[in-house]
């Protein structure tokens, strides 16, 4: 049985990059790693953040064009 990805404690950026590589839909994966990074004090982070948040914007959306 595996465990769930929450579970799992990753180390090394190569482990949430393939995680992220084999499951492109999961957004939970990518906000674990800006998660990760942020922890590690690196700047990326914020940008992934972005990208989740505006994924779930209308691209018509005043929200989307600030």
């Not at 992220?20 to 700047?43: F, M, V």
């Amino acid at each position: 049985m595996t465990l769930p990805f929450f579970s799992k404690r990753m180390n090394t950026e190569s482990e949430f990059l393939t995680e992220i590589a084999n499951h492109p839909e999961d957004r939970e994966r990518r906000l674990q790693y800006a998660g990760w990074l942020e922890s590690n004090r690196d700047p990326r982070a914020e940008l992934i953040r972005l990208e989740e948040e505006m994924r779930g914007l209308p691209i018509y959306g005043d929200r989307y064009w600030e």
